[in-house]
């Protein structure tokens, strides 16, 4: 399953639009590049041109992970997760969180799932988490230095970030007061979701919706 970080995108933005914007779904290449490229709930940030998206869409395709929407009049593009290799809708929110935005910890992915697929709690989270572990599509990963809660992490790509190796320890060697290395700076606090964003996020969102609706209007006055 290893994935590059372009079919990452692609994949997290087809299950994310479905779940949000259902009115301009499946995706056009133009809205696809949109949605790939847009600057709030997304990390890392990035520019994706047309190619690099049709490349990503085609080695998806062979996957048979997506496919072109039948009966569309324009190019527009869908995914298959719930066919292959078949993601409930939990799972399927789940992931797009964990591939659009980077390892998350429970509280952050219970609230950026909340307009996908919200939970009544956490314990139903983590079930979900689980059976996606089982399939070998996500992981806990190992609490890192400055870190107070354990993240988990999508495992459809080999490029993800790895634990850094830590120096051995030193045998304790006694020394002098003015010898002494100074303290280390405080770890900063951990990553929290940003309300702001996620606001700016959903205006987006709506205008899309609500721009899809006028254009199906014209169309069919124009009729």
Known sequence: MDLDAAEVRVLG???????TTPDVYPLSLNG????????????????????TIR?????????????????????????????EPGLARDEQAVLAVLML??????????TRTERMQPFADTAELVSVLGRLAERGFAELQPRRPGQKEQRYAHLLSSDLDEEPERAPVPAATS???????????PAPPPDTPDPLAERVDRLEQDLAALASQVAQLRAALGD
């Open 55 to 83: 490349d990503a869409l085609h080695r998806l395709g062979r996957r048979r992970w997506t496919r072109l929407a039948s009966g569309a009049r324009a190019a527009k593009y869908r995914h298959l997760l719930d066919e």
């Open 13 to 19: 933005c087809l299950i994310e639009k479905q779940r």
């Open 175 to 185: 020394v002098s007061p003015s010898q002494q290395a100074p303290a280390p700076a």
């Open 101 to 110: 935005r980077g390892p998350q910890t429970l509280g952050e992915l219970r």
């Open 32 to 51: 696809l590049r949109t949605a790939c490229n847009q600057s709030t709930n997304r990390d890392p940030v990035v520019a994706y041109d047309d190619d």
